[in-house]
């Protein structure tokens, strides 16, 4: 197997790196909030505890650093700061590069690993200089293995241990923090309250803790009151004991299934019994208070055994992204051949045959849909780096901006989530950048100084929508009509809507921009991201208002891999269109044409809709059957209609890519293997669209 | 006015009631005062009520206190209640301290017989 566990380790890394970055911004929305606070430092300490184990000296050596000052964060010794945020995101960024470096050949700049050790110790009270010493960096204890066990700890104060200021709830606390634990208290030695000593220690604890820390952590609890306690550690359960689980039986059912011994006297003869504790505290050979402690230990255990199943199966597994690949490659092979034997099974008249053809394309779609849904991942990860993003940029800029996201848990497929990073990155950093203005700019307009980004994902049919929306100054209409103009994108008479106006800052090589920022403004941001959404097969849209801000939404098909699409046919060739797109099929006779006056245009129940003849389109020789059939199609709320000579049907689409050579093919944007084994094209509807659009224009000004 | 303020309330069944306001704070600071209050209290009436409800602070001396007070109130054939112990600091300082039982008091078998059930 490829997968070390080095690479195991820097996986996980990674992915503890990313939820460190999160909660450290959310640390910084809310310094107090414990939770968060303890999400920060379990996330170092985990790096810190596995990297020493997999060697990972150096890591685990930074992290402890930061892991010392979030201790004493957690313990309310000292407050959270911005700087202190500043600083773990630096340190966050350094550890990744730490982690870059031990995979490729990149070197750590290690000056800074020293400034940064630097910066977090001047965060330690000043009375312990001598202790953070290099040489007690090194992680202690975590490396023993992050194992599950069960303890007993019976912890019994000194008489006088309040003198000296100890309160033992504190460490039953912080012990409490290691795991689960149950806590019984000993109050055997409490006497009357005539007799009571109010500043004597009576009472005593036994507790069982399941924890996955070990037995360094746990004395380290009480390593302050060493001498002013007794404390005693024995684990009871070493992990593997538990596997037995189910097969401990009781005497008592041995013997009845056996048939030795019949249920009913069983039964009365242990309702006839005392139980053992009653007994051994009769006898006064306990005391009741350790029956109690026994029998939490029982219960911790017990509880344990049932649990251990349970998390096995509830666990994941890591599979490397290339065999997932892999299977969809595999299921969409199977999809195609699956249609070619529906479609064989059609042309016989075999009952047994039909049979057996339904039955494996019932399996093989719930195999697709499966195989498709491993594939998918919450968007929210990509969401999370954009929080950062936003800070960063919006403070080197001056300017004061919140990212606000929603829908965080929309899945959609991995592939399509990381080529969806850039352009949303491009988009948000143009909002940013050109969108939300300055602090005192957005006062004088009379909006709040903090700018807000609203990102979210939504379902929305067999695609997701993605919003980006910021409340800053909006498009200026006018600078890009000018730009427009000059670009030759426009005439000078030219008045598009508001609508088809902002769509041209998408068009290549366009910006506004009156100087180049290092953030955006070079013109090859939003045509970028334009490509890259096409290439996503999603559409992009644009809205704005002055003064209010500007809307992007962006639509992208939930996976790349299969489509639900509508087969036509031209002649003897096959096309596809996606069927999310498709809202009717009609006919068109020689008639209607007639009617148009040459005009492409079709009338659907009292409304002109344009058509593009495809025939003529792809130069297809052939002549036109005599009634040939509109499929009316509507994107981003424009209907155009494509002239097919007939529709075939609905078609699961297993998309292959062209080669390079059919790379440019206008209006093709794939190509499918049908049943028969031909090759079916795949329609690029929006690129068709923008073709219909030129042609119509042409034809109302010609 | 001591922090620990003792009021009579009636009678039921015939038996004295009477009931402790046990304040703010019941740490080892307090618990030379809490145990004269609760000695005091024990004294007046059968059926002892401890409010607990405005305790804010609460350490292991002043747990004892009140456990102490009540095993006398066992021995002496009185009651001793606790109210207030749902609220405040109390469920998670009685979690911590290993006093959220199931099981009974330790110096007895009997549920009735323990102040934390």
New interface residues.
Partial sequence: MRERPNDAFREEAYELLAELETSLLELEDNPRDKDVIGRVFRAMHTIKGSGAMFGFDEISAFTHEIETVFDLVRNDEILVTKEMVDLCLLARDQIKAMLDAAGGHLEVDRSRTAHLVGAFRAFLPQAAPAEASPAAIPAPAAAEGAATRTWRIRFRPAHDIFANGTNPLALLRELCELGEARVVAQTDLIPPIDDLHPEVCYLYWDVILTTTADANAIRDVFIFVEDDCEMTLASIDDGGCLDDGDSRKLLGEILVERGDLSAADLERVLTERKRLGEVLVEDGLVKPGQVAAALAEQQALEKQRQNRPAADAASSLRVPAERLDKLVDLVGELVTVQSRLSQTAAGREDAVLTAVAEEVERLVEELRDLTLNIRMLPIGTTFSKFKRLVRDLSRELGKDIELETAGAETELDKTVIERLNDPLVHIIRNSIDHGIEMPEVRQVAGKPRQGTIHLSAIHSGDSVVIEIRDDGKGLDRDAIRRKAIEKGLLGEQDEPSDHDLFLLIFAAGFSTAQTVTSVSGRGVGMDVVRRAIDALRGTIDIHSEKGRGTTIRVRIPLTLAIIESLLVAIGKDRFVLPLSLVEECIELTEGDVAAAHGRNLVRVRDQLVPYLPLRRWFAMEGARPPIEQVVITSLGGQRVGFVVDHVIGEHQTVIKSLGRMYRDVQGISGATILGDGSVALILDVPQLLQGAEAEEKVATHG | MSAFDYVESGEVDGRRCGRLHLGSSLT?AE??E??LA??AA?EDCAVLTLDAAEVGEV???G???L???H??GV?RGRQVLVTGLDVGPWPE?L?????R?H???????DRKNCLWL
């Avoid at chain 2, 979690?95 to 006093?99: E, I, K, M, T, V």
């Avoid at chain 2, 099981?103 to 078998?109: D, F, G, K, Q």
Wanted: net charge positive; with cysteine; glycine share 6%.
């Fill in positions: 080892v618990a030379a809490l145990r609760l000695m024990l350490d292991v001396a747990l004892q206190g456990c102490a007070v095993r006398t021995a300082i979690r911590l301290a290993g006093l039982r099981e009974a008091c330790p110096l007895s078998n």
